[in-house]
């Protein structure tokens, strides 16, 4: 199967540190991969690169078929590319629903009546179309965690990018985001998932990508890299990760 994302020999560089060391990674259209590993291997960068929030070099990204790079096709590559972030990065002075109604407005040139429909219905997958007026400061963490996925899925990506999309959250409000991402996946839309949280990587993913050191260390079903993973690397990992 031709992949949706491809990546091939990517690197990143900050000065004298490589982030990102060779990464070869394709992902076929509407597989879930969660990529896990300890903190500064490179995980996020990796989603950062992708739709190139980060720029990178040497290597080559494509998505949809499109490379990755600075010029006219990127705003093709961004439609398709949906983001959620660690920090929700929601526009504090417009409503839930204008936030969610904005990009496909823009980009997409919807008219205001078709986009408000879209939103809200949005809202309502999410569970929180009952908030559309408020604005994102009267919701809690959680709440406006599920207003950012919302809104990536209003421009009907065909891939959505989350980095750590529970890290900046209290422990009570992860598995309001978690199950929104349970219900998003295996729906057609390709994502790929840099997370902490094992359980929704093993119960979710067809695919888990282990990284250290700016490198793909290993990568298997969600068994075979938690059950019988190869590399002690991953083993020490996971046992600290688990112990907590």
Sequence with gaps: MVPFISLKGVCKSYDQFLALDRIDLDVAPGEVVCIIGPSGSGKSTLVRCVNLLEQFGPGDI??????????????????????????????????????????????????EATAAARAMALLQRVGIAEQAEKYPGQLSGGQQQ?????????????????????????????????????GLAHTGVTMIVVTHEMGFARQVADRVIVMDG??????????????????????????AILAH
Excluded: C, W, Y
Aim: without cysteine.
């Design 214 to 239: 700016g490198r793909i260390i290993e990568a298997g079903t969600p068994a075979e890299v938690f059950d019988h993973p190869t590399q002690q690397r991953t083993r020490d990992f996971l046992k």
């Design 146 to 182: 599920r207003v950012a996925i919302a809104r990536a899925l209003a421009m009907e990506p065909k891939a959505l990018l989350f980095d750590e999309p529970t890290s900046a959250l209290d422990p009570e409000m992860v598995g309001e985001v978690l199950d929104v991402m349970r």
């Design 62 to 111: 494509s998505v949809g078929g499109i490379p990755v790079r600075v010029g006219k096709d990127l705003a093709a590559v961004r439609a398709e590319v949906g983001m959620v972030f660690q920090s929700f990065n929601l526009f504090p002075h417009m409503s839930v629903k204008r936030n969610v109604m904005l990009a496909p407005m823009r980009i997409r040139k919807l008219d």
